[in-house]
């Protein structure tokens, strides 16, 4: 079972499955994607499964925005204190989900998270 943090009709946040491996990196490492929001060289394909694996503490949050109805992956949302800046709050959508609003919707569920305290949580 799948620990789904928030959701909308359209997108949920959950923890990122081993299965989402593929479709992350696909993201992750897309020209147009790593141009428009990366730092760097695009991440190799073990650096994103150690993303994945890597535990959940309260200071550094990562999701899988997932179609809330097919569970299938349309991008990530990341939630991380950095000293001294406070929060950062970074998303991701994949380019073939671009232009529909579900960069709101992500953005709806990581903020309803926070209000409610769920983001302590995992």
């Not at 897309?30 to 141009?35: A, D, G, K, S, W």
């Amino acid at each position: 079972m799948c620990t789904v943090f928030s959701s909308t009709p359209r997108v949920s946040l959950r923890v990122p499955k081993p299965t989402d491996l593929s479709d992350l990196y696909d993201i992750k490492s897309n020209p147009e994607v790593h141009r428009k929001y990366g730092c760097g060289a695009p991440p190799s394909l073990e650096q994103v499964k150690e993303m994945i694996e890597k535990p959940m503490t309260p200071l550094l949050r990562r999701f899988t925005a997932a179609d809330a109805k097919t569970d299938s992956v349309i991008g990530e949302a990341t939630v991380q204190w950095k000293e001294g800046k406070g929060w950062f709050l970074g998303l991701v959508v994949d380019p073939r989900h671009q232009g529909r609003g579900l960069g709101s919707h992500i953005l709806a569920n990581l903020l309803a998270m926070f209000f409610s305290g769920n983001a302590e949580q995992g």
